[in-house]
């Protein structure tokens, strides 16, 4: 008897307050406290506390985990203090071509847009493409039409400028044309601000998320590792949730997210190792730089990063929220 109602309210306490947590990352690169003012520091914490509390107060509501993800990332697109949406960087031609990914470790369905221009969000796009298409995958302009037939907002390129990747365009355009080594050489600190998301929701499903505006100075329809599934974003909910921040030549090449998702799975390893092991072992060794945010079923997070900093946010399964950038 005694038994009986305890399992009740056990049960009634599982109801009411589900097993759910976020990590959220706002990108990694040379981030260092010597050159960050005291209020652009605030203002990147404010931003990302708003957006992990957002959405694990949507969690916590038993929102959907897809929608959780999207809803946070959108906060980050809209900031112009990320590399993502409004804010993103320039490509060598002027404008921003954007690239975004979500997964879902539970039914294993994936979407992703790259090189859109005009979608206001393209997070929301990987959802449709998920959600709606019958593909992965949506590129350029055919993104953009699909987008717009199904209702997301279209806008002019120019809503995602912002003086401050201007100047950083300018940069590596000046470094460009004094590198001999021609294309490719001109990859600087300009990069940074990517965004991601990785959910445990009230389900139990694992979801990640990934929103960028890429490389700085990027040319010839250049695609990055985020909306590259396998390699920027990764979900099983037999493993983890894994999105990625950094060089993402070497996140494609060496498959990262979903190579920690498959650690834990084959090796039987625990996520920190998993994550740990690829982002400060085999990049460091192939010198890929960057992070990764993951998290696994039980709500275990996990957030290495082999750059000097990375823009990061969590709130655990018991409510316990960090925000963090630097490297302690
Ligand atoms: N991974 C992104 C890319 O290569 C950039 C970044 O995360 O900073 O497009």
Not at 206 to 232: C, N, Q
């Amino acid at each position: 008897m005694l038994f009986a109602s305890v399992t009740a309210s056990a049960n009634d306490e599982k109801s009411t307050t589900p097993n759910v947590a976020i990590a959220i990352h706002g990108g990694a690169g040379t981030i260092l406290k010597s050159s960050m003012t005291p209020e652009k520091e605030a203002a990147y914490r404010a931003k990302l506390k708003e957006a992990v509390e957002h959405g694990y107060s949507l969690l916590k509501q038993g929102v959907k985990g897809e929608k959780a993800v999207v809803e946070t990332i959108k906060i980050l697109e809209l900031s112009p203090l990320f590399n993502a949406g409004v804010g993103a960087v320039y490509t060598f031609d002027g404008e921003h071509e954007l690239d975004a990914s979500i997964m879902h470790g539970g039914t294993k369905n994936a979407g992703a847009v790259a090189g859109v221009k005009t979608i206001k969000s393209p997070i929301e796009a990987a959802l449709l493409v998920m959600n709606e298409s019958p593909h992965v995958m949506l590129s350029g302009k055919g993104a953009e039409a699909y987008a717009a037939e199904n209702g997301l907002e279209q806008v002019d390129n120019k809503i995602f400028d912002t003086e401050f990747r201007k100047q950083a365009l300018d940069k590596a355009k000046a470094r460009m044309a004094q590198a001999s080594t021609g294309y490719g050489s001109q990859q600087g600190n300009e990069r940074f601000g990517t965004v991601g998301a990785v959910v445990l929701d009230s389900e139990g499903n694992l979801v990640a998320g990934t929103s960028t505006g890429g490389m700085t100075a990027k040319r010839y329809g250049r695609i990055g590792d985020s909306p590259v599934i396998g390699a920027g974003t990764y979900a099983d909910n037999e493993s983890c949730a894994v999105s990625a921040t950094g060089h993402g030549e070497y996140f494609i090449r060496y498959h990262v997210a979903a190579d920690i998702c498959a650690r834990m799975k084959y090796q039987n390893v625990s996520l920190d190792e998993a994550a740990n092991t690829v982002i400060n072992d085999v990049l460091v060794k192939a010198k890929g730089d960057g992070g990764v945010i993951a998290i696994d079923k039980l709500g275990n997070i996990a957030m290495p990063f082999n750059s000097k900093g990375m823009y990061r946010a969590s709130i655990s399964t018991e409510g316990v929220v960090t925000v963090a950038i630097y490297k302690d």
